[in-house]
């Protein structure tokens, strides 16, 4: 059974760049029926989608946060990867990765999420 | 971008009672590619609707899901007490590529 976790610092300070691993187990990461997404939810709001990419490398970006995300793959560790640069305080959320149906865009098995904090 | 408006915000209802959820968006959505999550206070997001209305792995009947184009529901027929919670519906627009997620529903206990 496919499972996800996500991995990285808790605490970023403002202005660094926030990086986060998703370990992938259970499957491949170069599944053809599969693309792998990283979602956040701020404290006490909704889900905002931040980006997408399949194994090839192919990718794309939320266009509110596509000049400051590079998401990336590493198909010999089955991982895929989340750089958030010029971080605030905006950032601070709980970081979820989940594979999409390469189809039908759902998202269907999500990681248990990370916290991360932008503070100084 | 395609904006999805999820309504009512909160749903104030009692065990048994159905609930219906609307999420209106604010283009056509390409090929019912729209999806609905459940999430409970400190949990993952679960999916409960994919392509507008088939049912995800284990979903009890009592969720369906309906709609195309810009009106989108989802209903629970029977509220059990599990069924309290968030519900969230996504979209993807294939140009240019991208999701979105509506704002949220909150199902509470009245």
């Known amino acids: 059974q496919l499972q996800l976790q996500e991995s990285g610092p808790g605490l970023v300070k403002p202005s660094e760049t926030l990086s986060l691993t998703c370990t992938v187990s259970?499957?491949?990461?170069?599944?053809?029926?599969?693309?792998w997404g990283w979602i956040r939810q701020p404290p006490g709001k909704g889900l905002e989608w931040i980006g997408t990419?399949?194994?090839?490398?192919?990718?794309f970006y939320n266009p509110s946060l596509k000049t400051r995300v590079t998401i990336s793959v590493d198909t010999s560790k089955n991982q895929f990867s989340l750089k958030l640069n010029s971080v605030t305080a905006a950032d601070t959320s709980v970081y979820y990765c989940?594979?999409?149906?390469?189809?039908?865009?759902?998202?269907?098995?999500w990681g248990k999420g990370t916290t991360v904090t932008v503070s100084s | 971008e395609i904006v999805l408006t999820q309504s009512p915000g909160t749903l104030s209802l009692s065990p048994g009672e159905r609930a219906t959820l609307s999420c209106r968006a604010s283009q056509s959505v390409s090929d019912n590619f729209l999806a609905w999550y459940q999430q409970k206070p400190g949990q993952v997001p679960r999916l409960l609707i994919y392509g507008a209305s088939s049912r995800a792995t284990g979903i009890p009947d009592r969720f369906s899901g309906s709609g195309s184009g810009t009106d989108f529901t989802l209903t629970i027929s029977r509220l059990e007490p599990e069924d309290f919670a968030v519900y969230y519906c996504q979209q993807y627009d294939t140009s240019p590529r991208a999701l979105t997620f509506g704002g949220g529903t909150k199902v509470e206990i009245k």
């Open positions: 989940a594979t999409l149906d390469y189809f039908d865009y759902y998202m269907d098995v």
């Open positions: 259970g499957g491949s990461i170069r599944s053809s029926t599969n693309y």
């Open positions: 990419i399949f194994y090839t490398g192919t990718t």
